[in-house]
């Protein structure tokens, strides 16, 4: 395979160091949280931080299965350095510091030194002082610095999965107070705010936009696409990234089309809407509550089946941790928008048209989807469909390189220059190389990361959803009113491909 | 010296056979029981085994796989491994040893073939040694015992090498049993209590990670709870400030409001 990784070895310039790593925040907010992490954490008790921060682990050890999996990892890890060759970030920095085996040494040294009996013995006799600042400073930098991409779990003979240990020290760091703030205030509004969601789009503002939308197909298809709202009972009920309904209006428009299509019931809930779980980044209780407020809405509308839209964290909250939190094997099942499309697909309920979208198209694959195999074929399928010119990058599929914006870190608008110069930077150079017009990225974090890297790194290609080009493609059957305007959909939708995207 | 080379091949190889395999024992029962505890502790029981097996026989059979990355390293240490485990199992004279104090035995290996799977080892041993030391990340990586393992582990291949190879007087060649016993006495005692150990754990790590990233469903309450937080979760303004901070800031009802 023709990979990218050996090939572009040029080290960061120290201007791109510089802008990569220099930390944004002010010098006495620095000094006051004596914490220089690049990104801005919010106020938290700077005092007695190591015991802080050794309670909060114990206390996570203590109700959770994490400790299986450190000392597991504590007695096999052989520091061979194996994973180094497959982190895009070291590949970039190739700083030591961020090989992934040791990112995950900080946490597990800490987990010898005070969690086990012969870490503890050996402290006594050669009188190691323990946990300190410098150390859960090293820890807040060094595990933000990873995407969580689960790239190197692939590369480690051991079976290591550092992305876990990732998971477990931004929860353990969070619990101290050492969370982004751009998370923590999202999530907060999320959780506890008037709006209920990460964005906080209000009710009314999103009725307001799904009639906008709707309005927007009858003009460009000529056909009424409904996005239902609190229908009980429906098949489907819909969560996705709720930044979506600011940003991805031709992706929101594409899903609605293909459910008109295939004629499924589906539904928004008005309760509560938005797929977004950060918990996935740095915290298991945050990740629970979320989701139990989809169970909730699920549950009040007495839907069927879960549909997740373009999000690849949101998707794999979901599919995988909804059962965790929320009834094991009787959880509502869930099902992802790129699923259902390719199943619609393949069972001929939907049909697109090979002629509109004629530019090369190139499919990014979002780790969250992609890494556990769970979605690689589904949405190629749906684009070699239509796409008469399709280009795949090169690694793709399970071992794809992440966007450079994984684990949260795309939300975190200080660590932009980092992530478009260190985290993306091999995929700004696959994705030059392909040649493409359109980058097809089915997540609302790797659209955003991908078109800030497009614009950083200076490479003319258009980052967009599946559905966006589903939605240029699709063939809608007509209105039965309006059977004379069949002529007119169709010429709408040929023009639409000459300027149609936001 | 005889005394002393008895010694390690009688009771002392005895006692840290015994003392290796119990010990393995141990921590492979100690994890399965782990994984047992914790499967049973979540509600949710939807484990992916297809792709746990798929990833342990994966990388027990790593033919495929090593290429993929760094792969001069790789084919050492895969090469390495081999001879390391396939050499002392079935060396003739190891195995004469063990028939003659248990009572019974295995078929063995040719004296050339034992020959060259050593050397291969001694390569192989010095290679991988070589490439934690010039790797850079490796060497970053790497703690004293990382860069002593491999040394030491191809201590009793070397001796064993030179004094079934080499024409030595016979003082030479007692020195070099004498190294090669308890180096490999050593090794064995060593294996259960360091990260040796991922010769029988190696197996399990796809299992307990799979297993690991299921959490328990409550956990991250009773976190909290724990720590005394309970009416302050992380997403509360200033939840885990000790002090309220001097400003009071006025309630920004602006920014979240509507």
């Excluded at chain 2, 001879?83 to 195995?95: E, K, R």
Aim: hydrophobic letters at 40%.
């Amino acid at each position: 395979m023709a990979s990218v990784m050996k090939s572009l070895t040029r080290p960061l310039t120290p201007e791109e160091r510089e802008k990569a790593f220099t930390s944004r925040k002010k010098e006495e907010v620095v000094k006051s949280q004596r914490l220089p992490v690049r990104y801005h954490v919010e106020d938290f008790d700077v005092e007695d931080r190591p015991r802080r921060f050794l309670e909060a682990f114990a206390s996570i050890l203590k109700h959770t299965n994490y400790r299986l999996a450190l000392d597991h990892y504590v007695r096999v890890t052989s520091r061979c350095a194996r994973c180094s060759v497959a982190c895009p970030v070291y590949d970039a920095t190739q700083d030591p510091r961020d090989i992934p085996c040791y990112r995950s040494e900080l946490l597990l040294s800490i987990y010898r030194r005070h969690f086990t009996i012969s870490g503890i013995l050996r402290a006594r006799v050669l009188g190691d002082p323990g946990l300190t600042d410098e150390k859960i400073q090293e820890l807040a930098d060094s595990y933000y610095n990873c995407t969580a991409c689960r790239r190197c779990h692939f590369e480690c003979p051991m079976g290591i999965d550092h992305a876990l240990i990732t998971h477990l020290g931004r929860y353990i760091l969070s619990e101290i107070g050492i969370a982004p703030r751009a998370l923590v205030v999202s999530v907060r509004e999320q959780l506890t705010g008037a709006t209920g969601n990460t964005s906080a789009i209000p009710l009314p503002a999103l009725i307001d936009t799904l009639e906008f939308l709707t309005e927007d197909i009858q003009d460009e298809k000529g056909v009424n696409v409904p996005f239902p709202v609190d229908q009980e009972g429906a098949e489907y009920i819909f969560f996705t990234a709720v930044s979506d309904y600011m940003m991805e209006a031709d992706t929101l428009k594409g899903i609605a089309a293909v459910m008109k299509a295939t004629g499924d019931s589906w539904t928004i809930g008005s309760k509560y809407y938005d797929g977004i779980n950060y918990g996935l980044f740095y915290s298991d209780q945050i990740m629970e509550h979320v989701l139990q407020k989809i169970q909730a809405e699920a549950k009040r509308l007495k839907a069927k089946k879960i549909l997740m839209g373009e999000c690849g964290h949101a998707s794999r909250t979901a599919k995988y941790f909804y059962p965790t939190y929320c009834g094991g094997k009787d959880a509502i099942p869930v099902v992802s928008i790129l699923e259902y499309t390719q199943q619609a697909l393949k069972e001929g309920r939907i049909k697109l048209d090979p002629k509109i979208v004629t530019e090369r198209v190139t499919y990014h694959d979002p780790c969250n989807f992609a890494r556990t195999g769970w979605i690689i074929k589904q949405p190629r399928e749906v684009l070699k469909s239509f796409c008469p010119d399709y280009a795949e990058m090169a690694p793709n599929g399970r071992s794809n390189l992440c966007c450079g914006g994984g684990g949260g870190t795309v939300s975190i608008d200080e660590v932009r220059a980092f992530r478009t110069t260190v985290g993306g930077r091999l995929k700004a150079e696959q994705i030059r190389r392909t040649g493409a017009n359109y980058c097809v990225a089915p997540c609302a974090n790797c659209k955003k990361q991908l078109r800030e890297l497009m614009e950083d790194q200076g490479v003319n290609c258009e980052v967009i959803g599946l559905h966006d080009l589903v939605y240029k493609a699709i063939i809608l059957p007509p209105d039965p009113k309006s059977e004379e305007e069949t002529e007119d959909s169709t010429g709408n939708s040929v023009s639409l491909s000459e300027g149609g995207t936001l | 010296m005889t005394a002393w080379i008895d010694f390690a091949r009688g009771p002392l190889f005895r006692l840290c056979f015994a003392l290796m395999v119990l010990g393995l024992l141990r921590i492979f029962l100690v994890t399965l029981l782990g994984v047992k505890e914790a499967y049973q502790r979540n509600s949710d029981k939807i484990v992916s085994w297809k792709e746990i097996r798929r990833q342990t026989l994966g990388w027990l059979f790593p033919i495929g796989r090593l290429w993929r990355q760094r792969p001069i390293y790789s084919a050492l240490s895969f090469l390495f491994h081999v001879g390391m485990i396939v050499t002392p199992l079935f060396l003739a004279s190891h195995i004469l040893l063990w028939r003659n104090s248990v009572g019974f035995g295995w078929p063995a290996l040719s004296q050339t073939a034992a020959n060259w799977l050593a050397l291969l080892v001694i390569i192989t041993g010095t290679g991988i040694f070589m490439g934690r030391v010039l790797h850079a990340g490796a060497r970053k990586l790497s703690k004293f015992q990382d860069f002593l393992w491999p040394l030491l582990i191809m201590t009793p291949f070397v001796t064993g090498y030179i004094a079934s190879n080499a024409v030595i007087s016979p003082r030479t060649y007692q020195g070099m049993m004498l190294v090669h016993i308890y180096a490999g006495d050593l090794i064995m005692l060593m294996i259960p209590f360091t990260k040796l150990a991922h010769c029988v754990l190696a197996p399990l790590s796809q299992l307990v990670t799979g297993i690991a990233w299921k959490f328990p469903a409550g956990a991250g309450d009773r976190v909290t709870e724990t720590l005394g937080f309970a009416d302050r979760p992380t997403w509360v303004p200033n939840a885990r400030l000790a002090t309220e901070p001097e400003v009071a800031e006025p309630a920004k009802k602006g920014e979240s409001g509507k």
